[in-house]
């Protein structure tokens, strides 16, 4: 099994044509394979460095002691206490107020979110438009949906903006949804506020849902201003479901919590999907979403200093690179999509032969998207010693330019 490689070869009949037709991530599949080798200098997989901020976890412990109801199912939707402190976050992030029971869903992720709205809305063959290159996993979640991906090419000449003249040629009878993802991954863009809302006047014109992927608002830098939450638009409220993630932000990646702020009648559908899937969020990730919103998150700041330093550390160590790499900074999030340079088969045999020749790990562009060919995508969460061995390496294996 391979990334962007559909797994045909496996010809049990148990496995149905779905699940054959569907590749792992290039992320995850570089993540693995990175694990085998000791010692690998891995850039591959966005996970933060950081633990999760001690408030949080002694919360929890407190919870575990303390609340005899911590191990039982919630309801599916989620606690009544995080979707309160939910709503009223949205409110302080968007100005919009929402019903806590009408319009907040509690999610194991956006990952899991995404799959249980695309889910809902996706008949066979409904198409779905993704920008290209977008998070790898959005591409497989519309197959796994009997969707079609319909792809829209970034403007790599533009520093990976929107080609917004070209979403009115994508869109047919049969859109359901585009996906927007910014702060972008894997390009770190930040699209314009003034092209976000074109995509939502089209969204009205053409009756399609916007689904806002945010693990990365965050994460702006210089570029605070910039940013813009396009589920601030009231009148959008019933074309958008807008999806948050505490993976990133709150270093809780491994606790799986996300929430989805959507319409009512959307609502409805999406908890009979959570419910099949997984009844509910875990309650005890639930208990450190509450811990989590009740303070005043005061690691944000730590985390986004830290984030921009090893933004300057990758691009000055790409720059010693420049004959094997050429890259656009990056805006936002903490990825870096440089273009390869030197002769190469594709990008995934590159990152193979990175890994297995230079111990360092990287994931190919092509996991992205058409577009991502010829790419890699390098993620600077990592600590900076991580960012400095896998480009001593990489300066050993290429040279210096
Ligand atoms: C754009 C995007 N969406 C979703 C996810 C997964 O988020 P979660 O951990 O909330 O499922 C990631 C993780 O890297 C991501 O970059």
């Known amino acids: 099994m391979s990334a962007n490689t559909p797994d045909h070869t496996f010809t049990n ?68 206490e995080l979707k309160q402190l939910v709503a009223r976050k949205h409110k302080v992030d968007t100005g919009i107020s929402v019903d806590a029971d009408k319009h907040v869903m509690i999610s194991a992720g956006n990952m899991q979110g995404m799959h249980s709205l695309l889910r809902v ?108 939450n396009l589920a601030s638009v009231v009148d959008l409220f019933e074309n958008i479901a807008y999806l948050y993630s505490f993976s990133k932000a709150y270093a809780m990646s491994g606790w799986r919590l996300g929430y989805i702020i959507l319409p009512a009648w959307l609502k409805k559908q999406v908890i009979k999907i959570h419910d099949l899937n997984m009844v509910c969020t875990p309650r005890v990730s639930q208990s450190a979403g509450i811990t989590a919103l009740s303070g005043d998150a005061h690691h944000l700041a730590e985390y986004e200093a830290a984030f921009r330093n090893r933004r300057e550390l990758i691009c000055q160590r790409l720059d010693t690179v420049s004959h094997v790499f050429e890259y656009i900074k990056p805006e936002g999030a903490y990825y870096v999509f440089p273009r390869i340079l030197v002769p190469h088969n594709n990008a995934r045999d590159f990152c193979l032969e990175l890994l297995h020749k230079a111990k360092v790990t990287l994931t190919p562009g092509s996991a992205f998207g058409p577009s991502g060919e010829a790419h890699v995508r390098m993620a600077y969460c990592v600590s900076e010693d991580t960012i400095n061995l896998a480009f001593d390496r990489l300066e050993a294996y290429f040279g210096r330019g």
Not at 31 to 58: C, H, K, Q
Not at 148 to 173: F, H, M, Q, T
């Open 121 to 228: 809305i996706t008949n066979p063959d409904d198409e779905i438009i993704l920008t290209d290159p977008c998070f790898a996993s959005h591409i497989q979640q519309v197959n796994m949906c009997d969707g079609k991906p319909v792809y829209w090419p970034l403007d790599e000449g533009n520093s990976w903006s929107l080609d917004i003249d070209a979403l009115s040629g994508l869109i047919s009878g049969k859109t359901k949804a585009i996906i927007i993802n910014s702060p972008s991954n894997p390009t770190g863009k930040i699209f314009s506020r003034e092209n976000l809302l074109r995509i939502g006047e089209m969204a009205k014109a053409h009756d399609f849902m916007i689904l806002i992927d945010d693990p990365y608002s965050h994460f702006t830098y210089e570029h605070k201003d910039k940013f813009f």
């Open 13 to 80: 009949h148990f496995v149905s044509d779905r699940a054959a037709g569907l590749w792992l991530s290039g992320i995850k599949e570089m993540a693995m394979l990175s694990a085998r080798i000791d010692g690998a200098a891995s850039l591959a997989w966005g996970v933060p460095s950081f633990a999760t901020p001690e408030y949080i976890s002694n919360g929890v412990i407190a919870q575990l002691k303390n609340d005899n109801d911590i191990g039982k199912y919630a309801l599916p939707d989620g606690l009544d």
